[in-house]
């Protein structure tokens, strides 16, 4: 298993109960953590590391013996949202460097249709002086694993596999099946099942981007979007999406892959492209609308204080990758407002790291202006509003409700929501 993040700690670990494993990383901290049976993404229980024949390592020389390769590494955008291929390519190097004949390798990063023949195979031809389709095989299963959820997992979700001919398809999908309950679904090539992956992606986040415009358009005319999706989601067939911030290192992500590929074949998406507009903007939106709100209680915005709660990408992870939150937290900032930050799983020292800004441990009593409620952590709900005025100034202030939890629950507090 080469890349053993939140994809591919849980597939080797599943994998190591039924094969001889090693799990791979370049990070030597993650490796020692890993050795210790900590899952550096806090994910998975110690309890998942027993009973597993693995060796983590950070020395390829350990995957000489190696002859099943999955690689997931993750596949960012750059900061002109344009794919960054440096980790699956540098991926493919370690493993060209090692590959010998009749062995498989199997990509599940998240990619644009053609990658993975077209880019990453070239590359372990080179570096292992070996003829794909001939001495070595390759195959393409993508990822489904959903941070946070403990009801979806690797074992109860069906798991779509490809291979470069049937030989392949047929040995890629036999090792797959000893870990994966749900069973395997065999696409008809690589660039299906590469396809497959990303329009799951690119669907959600194009439903999101509605209703998120939809929440643009009620907010001028005074009504809540989640009143109105309420009423609407009583047709047996409406779609329920609701509004909020998409970010993370899938959704925020790859349809950008899929928006490269088509105009490198002559299509300018015009869908897909206005999705991730909107949806990007999200978070500068909520920003303003604070700074707005601040403005009609008659304060001023230079020396008010803001509480956001919640910095990770969704709700109940550690994972601060491409978190939308952020946005929000700069917005405010540009208007001179003092921003408190508090998360129960997200790491400080990360945080800052990433982003230069630190969180709070506990927010402070009376000195806020607004809260935001921003990512919807267990720790935030049920709360009553007592709790929330104890942390407003005066008692008075705005609740900017970005998951809609406390509609209709408050009567004191000036509420807001998407």
């Given at each position: 298993m080469v890349g053993l993040g939140y994809v591919g700690l849980p597939i080797a670990l599943e994998f190591a109960?039924?094969?001889?494993?090693?799990?791979?990383?370049?990070?030597?901290?993650?490796?020692?953590?890993?050795?210790?049976?900590?899952?550096?993404?806090?994910?998975?229980?110690?309890?998942?590391?027993?009973?597993?024949?693995?060796?983590?390592?950070?020395?390829?020389?350990?995957?000489?013996?190696?002859?099943?390769?999955?690689?997931?590494?993750?596949?960012?955008?750059?900061?002109?949202?344009?794919?960054?291929?440096?980790?699956?390519?540098?991926?493919?190097?370690?493993?060209?460097?090692?590959?010998?004949?009749?062995?498989?390798?199997?990509?599940?990063?998240?990619?644009?249709?053609?990658?993975?023949?077209?880019?990453?195979?070239?590359?372990?031809?080179?570096?292992?002086?070996?003829?794909?389709?001939?001495?070595?095989?390759?195959?393409?299963?993508?990822?489904?694993?959903?941070?946070?959820?403990?009801?979806?997992?690797?074992?109860?979700?069906?798991?779509?596999?490809?291979?470069?001919?049937?030989?392949?398809?047929?040995?890629?999908?036999?090792?797959?099946?000893?870990?994966?309950?749900?069973?395997?679904?065999?696409?008809?090539?690589?660039?299906?099942?590469?396809?497959?992956?990303?329009?799951?992606?690119?669907?959600?986040?194009?439903?999101?981007a509605l209703v998120n415009e939809l929440s643009l358009i009620f907010n001028r005319m005074g009504i809540n979007t989640f009143d109105v999706l309420q009423a609407a989601g009583t047709k047996w067939n409406f779609l329920k999406f609701t509004p909020g911030l998409v970010g993370g290192h899938c959704i925020g992500v790859d349809p950008y892959y899929l928006v490269y590929k088509a105009k490198k074949v002559g299509y300018f998406s015009k869908v897909i492209s206005s999705a991730r507009y909107v949806n990007d903007s999200m978070g500068f939106y909520v920003g303003k609308q604070t700074v707005k709100k601040i403005l009609e209680q008659g304060k001023n915005a230079l020396e008010a204080k803001v509480l956001v709660l919640g910095a990770t990408f969704k709700e109940n992870v550690s994972d601060i990758r491409n978190s939308k939150v952020v946005d929000i937290i700069r917005e405010l900032e540009s208007f001179s407002v003092h921003v408190d930050v508090m998360d129960p799983h997200a790491d400080a020292q990360e945080l800052y790291y990433e982003y230069g800004f630190n969180l709070v441990e506990k927010p402070k009593s009376g000195a806020y202006d607004a809260i935001i409620l921003a990512v919807a952590h267990t720790n935030f709900i049920g709360l009553d509003e007592t709790y929330f005025q104890d942390l407003l100034a005066n008692g008075e202030g705005v609740f900017m409700d970005l998951k809609g939890l406390y509609r209709n629950k408050f009567s004191k507090l000036k509420y807001w929501s998407l």
């Open positions: 109960k039924n094969f001889r494993v090693v799990g791979f990383d370049i990070n030597q901290e993650r490796v020692d953590l890993m050795r210790k049976g900590v899952d550096p993404s806090k994910e998975l229980e110690a309890t998942a590391f027993e009973n597993c024949d693995i060796v983590f390592t950070s020395d390829e020389s350990e995957l000489k013996d190696v002859g099943f390769y999955v690689v997931a590494v993750p596949t960012p955008i750059n900061n002109m949202n344009l794919p960054d291929l440096t980790p699956v390519l540098s991926a493919s190097r370690t493993v060209g460097r090692n590959l010998k004949k009749g062995d498989y390798v199997v990509y599940e990063s998240t990619v644009y249709p053609g990658c993975t023949e077209d880019d990453c195979v070239p590359i372990l031809e080179e570096l292992s002086g070996l003829k794909f389709g001939v001495d070595f095989k390759v195959g393409y299963s993508p990822e489904r694993i959903n941070p946070g959820d403990k009801h979806n997992t690797l074992r109860t979700i069906m798991k779509v596999v490809s291979g470069c001919d049937e030989e392949s398809l047929s040995i890629i999908s036999q090792v797959y099946e000893t870990v994966v309950d749900a069973g395997v679904y065999k696409a008809s090539s690589i660039k299906v099942a590469e396809a497959c992956k990303i329009i799951e992606n690119t669907q959600r986040d194009v439903n999101i």
